[in-house]
């Protein structure tokens, strides 16, 4: 499989979407909150199946749910899947689409700041299992994503973190995303960028986000020539804090403290400058929030990332912007690096 996907950046939502929805071979996936926010707008009622909202939908019984549905309204092999919704929809959407029939096409409406910025793009599917993220899931590559900037102007101030862990993440592999950030002494509280001052700013960034990671994932479209390695920055200890504390947290705010920890336990790897101004950008998008995870739980998690190669656990290290190094640690390294880390953070 190649990886063949489009990426459409839209003022509004525009007739080809209502094309696409419109087709009586196209189905929907969203959640609750989604739908009645924006969804029920576009998608036909009777072809969209409605999941509870939360990390909680990511299971075998919202796959087993959907398939079910989409056999009770006649999908067939030649059905198209819209995943219209944040993360969670993206991720099981691309799921279903990825098993149904032995695999139908699929196209994303991502309508989250993480969403539009990351998780959307790049294939990546997966459901959870015993709280471990994503353990079981499948690359399987939409047709289409779709970005509406329109959606970004009504999310609560969780989700606008979220995404802008997902942002700085992107800025750390990117000179010219982190040199768009760096402004102001980087203490605007992320909220801001919804504001009429800086939404021209955001609107750039989610473009640059989404295109970067498209350019990181067609030159690396299954993480096997080491590239797309890079955009698990932050994600190992992201992670294991978000297996641990159970997804109480949003996946962007994991990654923010993921970042954080990480770039203490490597910190003579990185350059001084750069270490700088990736914990002002961090501070600021976290309003210095410090929530205590538990260090033993994290650790039991980090050992079963999916990530970890050779028995030992696999963090990425950004050196300096747009410089990675993998660093391969045993668990025994791991947890004596992690309890400085934390304690010294």
Known sequence: MEYNSKLEFLG?????IDDLLIDKNTFCVTDENVYNAIASDYCIKERTFILPSGEDSKSFDSITAITKFLLSKGANRNSHLVAFGGGVVGDITGFVASTFMRGIAWSNIPTTLLAQVDSAIGGKTGVNIGGIKNIVGAFHFPTTVYFNRNFLRSLPKREVICGGGEIIKTAALSKDILESLIFEDCTVDIKEFLSNKYEHLLID?????????????KKDPFETKGLRKILNYGHTVGHAFETADNHRLGHGEYVLHGMRIENQMFKSFIEPKFYKQMKKLIDAALSGAKTEFNIDKSIAAATLDKKNSAGKISIIIMTDAGKHLEQLVTKQEFE???RNAMQSA
């Open 336 to 338: 004596a690096l992690l």
């Open 12 to 16: 509004d939502l525009g007739t080809d």
């Open 205 to 217: 960034i989610v473009y640059a986000c989404a295109n970067f990671k498209h350019e990181v994932v």
